[in-house]
């Protein structure tokens, strides 16, 4: 039983060995111990870790200005935080949210994604499944506090959490929009969203690459609340508390009923799916297209 509650990723070990290895070369410390909490409360450079009332819960703030993209940096950095936490028998639960405002995450950080060489798609793709992976199948009760804009892979990582609550602003849209920047949202994407609301609102809504804005996302099933802005965390906190009523074993048990099976599409596939991106992402058209995106989001400012 302990076996099947405690699901384990393959690779994340080595992902954050890699981790470790790229901040020491950066010369900077890794982890900073802070604050009167001593040890339970910590941080890196992208990821703020705090715990929250009655040591249970912690909160996770991203901190990627401007726009919280998920560089490689800042996902190795969560992945650290995160396995942290799922370490430490004392949290049950953890919100995340972000420290950056009106925006949620801006997703994958098309950086890593444009104008790279093959071995550092591979890489950087690598990391963005693990990501998937360890929060899709956490033994904790996840709770996304979306505090402004979560397109793309902010919406996948958002879509892995037990509970979203949205900020009820209009910078706060959620959705896949990867058709919008001439890209394919990859099966797991997709698998996750079905999870969420369903086949038929799936297929329209990758399709059109749609950003719901809350009150849409509410009817659709995209968020589970939308709340104002300054009452997204209490009610994350709130949710949190009744999600922790329940026995530990037996949500977990059933989490991993729910999810294992979409997981395991991508784990027995990953090296397939990593070369599939990078094949896909290394074309030339595809190239294109992320170039004229990127122009066009510099160019919004003027
Ligand atoms: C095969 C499948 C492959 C890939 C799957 C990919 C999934 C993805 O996640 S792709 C990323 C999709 N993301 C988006 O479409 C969001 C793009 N960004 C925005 O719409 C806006 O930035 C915003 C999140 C709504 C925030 O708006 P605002 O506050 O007005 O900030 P900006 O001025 O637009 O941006 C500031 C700064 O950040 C840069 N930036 C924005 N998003 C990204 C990003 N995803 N990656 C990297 N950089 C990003 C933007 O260009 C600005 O840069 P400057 O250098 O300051 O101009």
């Known amino acids: 039983?302990?076996?099947?509650?405690?699901?384990?990723?393959?690779?994340?070990?080595?992902?954050?060995?890699?981790?470790?290895?790229?901040?020491?070369?950066?010369?900077?410390?890794?982890?900073?111990?802070?604050?009167?909490?001593?040890?339970?409360?910590?941080?890196?450079?992208?990821?703020?870790?705090?715990?929250?009332?009655?040591?249970?819960?912690?909160?996770?703030?991203?901190?990627?200005?401007?726009?919280?993209?998920?560089?490689?940096?800042?996902?190795?950095?969560f992945l650290i935080s995160l396995e942290k936490l799922e370490n430490d028998k004392a949290f049950r639960g953890v919100v995340i949210t972000s420290d950056c405002p009106n925006v949620f995450s801006a997703g994958l950080d098309l950086r890593e994604m444009y104008?790279?060489?093959?071995?550092?798609?591979?890489?950087?793709?690598?990391?963005?499944?693990e990501l998937w992976l360890r929060l899709y199948l956490s033994n904790l009760v996840l709770v996304a506090a979306i505090n402004g804009s979560c397109p793309a892979g902010g919406c996948l990582m958002a879509l892995t959490s037990d509970v979203r609550i949205l900020s009820d602003s209009p910078k706060s849209v959620?959705?896949?929009?990867?058709?919008?920047?001439?890209?394919?949202?990859?099966?797991?994407?997709?698998?996750?969203?079905?999870?969420?609301?369903?086949h038929?609102?799936?297929?329209?809504?990758?399709?059109?690459?749609?950003?719901?804005?809350p009150a849409e996302a509410l009817q659709v099933g995209l968020v589970d609340h939308v709340v104002p802005e300054d009452q997204v965390q209490s009610m994350a906190l709130s949710v949190m508390a009744h999600w922790l009523a329940i026995p530990d074993h037996a949500r977990q048990l059933t989490k991993a009923m729910m999810r294992k099976a979409t997981a395991d599409r991508l784990i027995k596939q990953r090296e397939a799916d990593i070369q599939n991106f990078v094949s896909f992402i290394s074309r030339d058209s595809i190239q294109k297209s992320l170039q004229i995106y990127l122009e066009k989001l510099k160019q919004k400012k003027g």
């Open 200 to 213: 038929r609102a799936s297929e329209r809504a990758l399709q059109l690459g749609l950003l719901f804005p």
């Open 1 to 77: 039983m302990a076996l099947a509650v405690r699901m384990r990723v393959p690779c994340r070990a080595l992902l954050c060995a890699g981790a470790q290895l790229r901040g020491a070369a950066l010369g900077r410390p890794e982890w900073a111990a802070g604050g009167g909490d001593g040890a339970r409360r910590f941080a890196s450079l992208r990821v703020l870790v705090e715990p929250g009332a009655e040591g249970r819960v912690a909160v996770m703030k991203l901190k990627n200005p401007p726009v919280n993209s998920l560089s490689l940096d800042f996902l190795t950095e």
């Open 115 to 129: 104008g790279r060489n093959p071995g550092h798609y591979a890489e950087y793709w690598k990391a963005v499944q």
């Open 174 to 198: 959620i959705g896949l929009n990867e058709t919008l920047l001439g890209i394919v949202a990859p099966f797991w994407f997709k698998d996750t969203l079905v999870n969420t609301i369903g």
